[in-house]
């Protein structure tokens, strides 16, 4: 069986959210010796991609301008045989007959498309519509996702796969403070300090967490005043009023942004933080939780979308649109040595449930199904 793949989400230097899911997908796949995987890319493949194969090939083309629905349609009918194809973002392919499986990670362009650059929200919405419908099936990295589409697009149940992302079990563990206190000096942390780590967006909302972090340190009791906030992730859009936030609260000194973060510092800089929060507006699933889970770092997420079925109780859950609220959540593990104890050993138990194996196991059965005519 020949199957298809849309490589570009992992195609890219720094990788974060999608990014993370496509790149640990493939270099799953590039394990099986059963299957022939052709890779289709706009760029050539980065170095650690994994490495070409009899059965794991690159296809590189344009043109790069409009290369869904332009260079992928015309390589795929007058390319080589492909069975299914498989695209890990959400923008399939237009104009084939091949079986088509898509990955949609959250909708979080129809519950806040104000939160969104107009022509982002745009093809979001109208090329994620056409994945939708078109795709023979989806996968999706979460319950509430899945349902989600079931309600807003009408999608049989039976046509989506949930599949759960991992994390990578070599890098995200607990690490000694001889390796923390180097990387606190590097990202100049001079205290205790509570971490968030993804993307500079407005769904992340940040703005409300600097607020609480103001609230909690300014006005609160001395336990927790002497603690720094580090956001960790690159900009992405409308993050000018988070800058301003700061400057705004006078927290210069006590808001730290690192800015994306490499691959070996990252695990290190979750596991040197009392806490670790992420008060999303919406996630599709959340993979730093799972991360900081693995480094023995307490977790504060939102009570919304996917985050309550990712940690269950191995986590606090606070309301986002409440800065009370977060804070609140932050105090019970800063002030509580026995509900800190607990959440890091629920959390260590939590997060067996995930692997990038089981979910491309997952993944893998399913497009056999697909090229195989079946219903998966």
Known sequence: MIIGIDG????????????IYAFELLKQFAKYKNYRFKIFLKDNPLPDLPIKSRDFT?????????????????KLVFGEKIDVFFTMGHYSPHLTNIPLAVTIFDLSYLHYPQLLKKNDLYQLTNWSKYSILKSKHIFTISKATKDDLVKNYKINPSKITVT?????KERFKPQSSNKIEPIKRKYKIKENYIIFVGTLQPRKNIERLIEAFAQLTQYSSLITQNYQLVIV???????????????????????????????????????????????????????????AQACGVPVVVSN?????????????????????????????????????????KKGFLNIKRFSWQSCAQQSLQTLEKLASRENP
């Open 58 to 74: 690159y296809s590189v083309f344009g043109p790069k301008k409009l290369w869904t629905r332009i260079g992928l349609p015309l």
């Open 304 to 344: 919304v979308s996917s985050l309550p079925e990712i940690v269950g109780e191995s986590g606090i859950l606070v309301d986002p649109q409440n800065a009370e609220s977060i804070i609140q959540g932050v105090k019970k593990i800063l002030t509580n040595d026995k509900i800190n104890s607990d959440l890091v």
């Open 233 to 291: 992730g690159k900009k992405g859009w409308l993050y000018d009023s988070i800058f301003e936030k700061v400057k705004k609260l006078e927290l210069n000194d006590k808001v730290i942004f690192t800015d994306f973060v490499s691959d070996d510092d990252l695990p290190v800089l979750i596991s040197g933080a009392k806490v670790y929060i992420l008060p999303s507006l919406w996630e599709g699933f959340g993979i730093p939780v799972v991360e």
């Open 164 to 168: 759960y992302p991992g994390y990578d």
């Open 8 to 19: 570009n989400e992992a195609n890219v230097k720094n990788r974060v959210g999608s990014g």
